[in-house]
T-cell receptor, first 113, second 116 residues
């Protein structure tokens, strides 16, 4: 099983729709979780961190379910500008003190007029 | 916020030439830098991790003699694609991290390499 898995999509939704993505991780020792957004031929940009209690930033809500080992991202009232690839990132601290970051392959979202 | 500058943004070169890509952290000391490659419509692939002052750790399947990484200072890492071939054409991105256990990544803007 891959360490971090995402449905590659694409998810095609109309403007104004609500869309949700999930990301599963295999290592129960994973400690921190993030969603990044990547536009075509651009670098990934941090969208939001994900906390166990869930967190919201405007139209974006992120949730973490440690028992089932997945994180989710919910986008409400989709805008055309939300079209991008959303990357799930999972980190854990090694015995050496270094942290490892593992990227999922990304889920592509296409919002149409 | 922290800034990582990557240069050049685009390179077109002939097959057989070597290409150097620079990644600089402008306002922080990058203990660790990561180099990624991304082919069209594919995900980011980690190529190597480089810690300042030590040899880079390469991911499985990445040739260390072909992709030379130097991280001689806390603010600069370079990736040299030696004897580039058309199959090396890709989008290369660096990212930097401050501190060994710091989980926040700062990305360069990427370099599009096209080998003719």
């Amino acid at each position: 099983r891959k360490e971090v898995e995402q449905d590659p999509g694409p998810f095609n939704v109309p403007e104004g729709a609500t869309v949700a993505f999930n990301c599963t991780y295999s290592n129960s020792a994973s400690q921190s979780f993030f969603w990044y957004r990547q536009d075509c031929r651009k670098e990934p940009k941090l969208l939001m961190s994900v906390y166990s209690s869930g967190n919201e930033d405007g139209r974006f809500t992120a949730q973490l379910n440690r028992a089932s080992q997945y994180i989710s991202l919910l986008i409400r009232d989709s805008k055309l500008s939300d079209s991008a690839t959303y990357l799930c990132v999972v980190t854990r601290i090694l015995n050496s003190g270094y942290s490892t970051l593992t990227f999922g392959k990304g889920t592509m979202l296409l919002v149409s007029p | 916020g922290a800034v990582v500058s990557q240069h050049p943004s685009r390179v077109i070169c002939k097959s057989g030439t070597s290409v150097k890509i620079e990644c600089r952290s402008l306002d922080f000391q990058a203990t660790t830098m990561f180099w990624y490659r991304q082919f069209p419509k594919q995900s980011l692939m980690l190529m190597a991790t480089s810690n300042e002052g030590s040899k880079a750790t390469y991911e499985q399947g990445v040739e260390k003699d072909k992709f030379l990484i130097n991280h001689a200072s806390l603010t600069l890492s370079t990736l040299t694609v030696t004897s580039a071939h058309p199959e090396d054409s890709s989008f290369y991105i660096c990212s930097a991290r401050q501190g060994l256990a710091n989980e926040k990544l700062f990305f360069g803007s990427g370099t599009q390499l096209s080998v003719l």
